[in-house]
């Protein structure tokens, strides 16, 4: 991104051309190759799909105006994985979960959907608030809250089928 939230990001703005190849080919290129590798991986070692976890954060203000969620499920038409993470997290005292909040998570080429929706794997997004992992405490409560939900998760061999679902943007395209 050049812009967000209204301000410039310094490194991406101006950016030249050959700028643009290098990261693609540093950054970019490397990392798509390095989830496919382990996606084959885990598939080649177990005989099933794996269950792909992303976990991210997001700002706790957005153009001023705050979020009220303390973690959001992104996905796109894939419901078992994150309907399974919403129920989990719904059952949990004092959080507030976002469903494709503050972000929808149907991002045609992003790497779930690259990785993911379009061969059939069972996934989901995880974002928490920003605030609420900033420091070695909130690091560790969310990390008591998540693992028990991801071993779960883990372990339910429902999700570790493939199984295709048209992407809410439309057709697959390459």
């Keep these: 991104m050049k812009i967000s939230d209204g301000a410039i ?10 700028e643009w190849k290098r990261r693609i080919a540093l950054f970019h290129r490397p990392y798509h190759q390095a989830i ?28 001023g105006v705050a979020r009220p969620w303390h973690a959001s499920v992104l996905w796109d038409a894939d419901p078992r994985a994150p309907i399974a993470l919403l129920e989990a997290l719904g059952g949990m005292p ?44 909130g690091v ?5 809250r998540l693992a028990p939900v991801f071993a779960a998760l883990n372990a339910d061999p429902a999700l570790h089928t493939y199984h295709v679902y048209r992407s809410r943007t439309g057709p697959y395209e390459d």
């Design 94 to 137: 004092d959080i507030v979960t976002g469903d494709n909040e503050p972000y929808d998570g149907a991002l045609r080429g992003d790497t779930m959907y690259r990785h993911c929706m379009k061969a059939g794997i069972p996934h989901l997004l995880l974002e928490v608030r920003q605030d609420l992992i900033g420091d070695p405490a």
């Design 36 to 63: 496919d590798r382990t996606i084959r991986d885990v598939s080649e070692t177990t005989g099933t799909a794996p269950l792909v976890i992303s976990l991210h954060s997001f700002t706790p203000f957005w153009k």
């Design 140 to 144: 560790a409560a969310w990390c008591d």
């Design 9 to 18: 990001i310094p490194g991406n703005h101006p950016i030249s051309r050959e």
